[in-house]
C-alpha cells in the first residue's frame, strides 16, 4: 500500500513511514467488523425463523437444553 523506502525529510525532520496505528485498527473493527456481524447475526436469525416455520426443526445450540 505504501511505498517502503527511506524517510523523507520535511522541513529538517525525518519523519517515520505511514503505519496502522491502534486508533485505526479500532476505528476497522468498528466500521467493517461490527456491520459485518450484524449482517451474519440477522442471516442466521432469519435463516432460524424460515426452518422453524416452514419445517418445524429447530437448529442451534439452544435447542439441545
Do not use: S
Not at 426443526?57 to 439441545?64: I, M, S, T, Y
Request: net charge positive; hydrophobic share 60%.
Amino acid at each position: 500500500m505504501f511505498r517502503r523506502g527511506r524517510a523523507k525529510a520535511v522541513l529538517g525532520h525525518d519523519l517515520p513511514e505511514p503505519r496502522v496505528t491502534a486508533t485505526g485498527r479500532a476505528l476497522m473493527v468498528l466500521y467493517v467488523g461490527l456491520p459485518v456481524l450484524a449482517v451474519l447475526i440477522l442471516l442466521d436469525l432469519f435463516v432460524w425463523a424460515a426452518m422453524k416455520t416452514a419445517f418445524g426443526v429447530c437448529f442451534g445450540l439452544w435447542c439441545a437444553f
